[in-house]
DNA sequence: TTTGATTCAGAATGATCGTTCTGATATAAA
DNA sequence: TTTATATCAGAACGATCATTCTGAATCAAA
């Protein structure tokens, strides 16, 4: 038999992760993750510990991977609406090349399988959907600075409400140009609606 | 003459939804839902067959016993955006009368964690979210019939989105009043918008 | 009552799970 | 080379899973 070679936690993290992201936590036996890994048991459980610790890892390791990567124009300081809808655009875009009906996202994937469950879990889920609303909140009152903050704070929990509905669609549906209408179209509602008297 | 059994398969089944509903799939070990429906192995088998067989049928008494009931309305022939208000009403009136964070909506519970790995649950997900979407654009058509037919479809769309991320949201908020806003703000974004120029 | 069918509670079964262990093999330093 | 360490492939382990089976208990009809 030929020897496997040797591979960085790195590299191990981002091939398990893409196996959890694809098959959710439950329908990921270690068996599977070591054949897709191309990692032994041995090197798994020596980075990680376990199941459920590679599992954190992934988590982890989604957030710098995926949603940094498209949500930090968002939390910059001038951003605006139009880096939320460049945020959609890129995740949907991402969607499209991979695979429709596709693996949606992981911390959505994540909430509604593992976290009701598990209190670790539970608290990441609740930490993205945190920083998602202030995020969201920066661009919308950097584009109308001049609306009650409440109205701006209601406003940034519907985008989170219908992002998170938008990757549970993902996930059923092989029509990415509706998911990128029905954001833009969102997105549009919500400017009329800031903008109008 | 066969013997009456002492629990029916509808009250067995009603108690096997709420268990399902409540833990998912494949967290809902037969031993769990012996014990929490009060039935033996030998009247779960002889009813359903099997494991799968027993969660299809919860997945329909899902339908007959909270969507129909709730979204009958918005399916009627004269009905507007009001019924629509009042099919959230009602579903975020028993999220918080049973429990919130809650169990969320049993068909997008399926969506994500079962639907992707068999075809059989993925095709009664499709049909509920299409039965949702028609009944939307009932409402919204009667609403404002002078709007053009794909606009109104298009917004139909944005409320099937928008009502998976409510139940997304459900899982993991503890504010009713938040779910309760969050979809009479939007239903107010739809309704000006398609009285707008 | 007796009989035969039916349902009971729970043990047995075989598969699969996450995890640990074993013995072989490769690598690196001497 | 020799020796020590690290990593390999995969068997072994105990727990748990869905499902089937067993024998006692219960019921309907004779």
């Given at each position: 038999?030929?020897?496997?070679?040797?591979?960085?936690?790195?590299d191990?993290?981002?091939?398990?992760?893409?196996?959890?992201?694809?098959?959710?936590?439950?329908?990921?036996?270690?068996?599977?993750?070591?054949?897709?890994?191309?990692?032994?048991?041995?090197?798994?459980?020596?980075?990680?510990?376990?199941?459920?610790?590679?599992?954190?890892?992934?988590?982890?390791?989604?957030?710098?991977?995926?949603?940094?990567?498209?949500?930090?124009?968002?939390?910059?300081?001038?951003?605006?609406?139009?880096?939320?809808?460049?945020?959609?655009?890129?995740?949907?875009?991402?969607?499209?090349?991979?695979?429709?009906p596709?693996?949606?996202?992981?911390?959505?994937?994540?909430?509604?399988?593992?976290?009701?469950?598990?209190?670790?879990?539970?608290?990441?889920?609740?930490?993205?959907?945190?920083?998602?609303?202030?995020?969201?909140?920066n661009?919308?009152?950097?584009e109308?600075?001049?609306?009650?903050?409440?109205?701006?704070?209601?406003?940034?929990?519907?985008?989170?409400?219908?992002?998170?509905?938008?990757?549970?669609?993902?996930?059923?549906?092989?029509?990415?140009e509706?998911?990128?209408?029905?954001?833009?179209?969102?997105?549009?509602?919500?400017?009329?609606?800031?903008?109008?008297?």
């Amino acid at each position: 038999m030929p020897r496997k070679a040797n591979i960085s936690t790195q590299d191990l993290t981002d091939r398990a992760l893409e196996h959890f992201w694809e098959n959710g936590f439950h329908a990921s036996s270690m068996d599977d993750l070591v054949k897709s890994t191309g990692a032994t048991r041995h090197a798994i459980y020596g980075a990680f510990g376990g199941k459920k610790q590679m599992f954190l890892a992934c988590f982890q390791r989604y957030q710098d991977l995926v949603v940094s990567p498209a949500f930090a124009q968002v939390e910059e300081d001038g951003a605006t609406l139009e880096q939320v809808a460049s945020y959609f655009e890129i995740q949907i875009t991402r969607a499209e090349e991979t695979a429709l009906p596709g693996p949606g996202c992981f911390v959505a994937n994540s909430a509604t399988e593992v976290a009701p469950h598990d209190t670790e879990v539970h608290a990441k889920v609740d930490t993205h959907n945190t920083r998602l609303k202030l995020g969201f909140l920066n661009a919308l009152s950097n584009e109308k600075p001049d609306v009650p903050p409440e109205e701006l704070e209601m406003l940034a929990g519907l985008l989170v409400v219908f992002t998170n509905g938008l990757w549970s669609t993902s996930r059923l549906t092989k029509d990415g140009e509706f998911l990128r209408t029905s954001a833009n179209q969102f997105l549009d509602t919500i400017r009329t609606r800031i903008t109008a008297p």
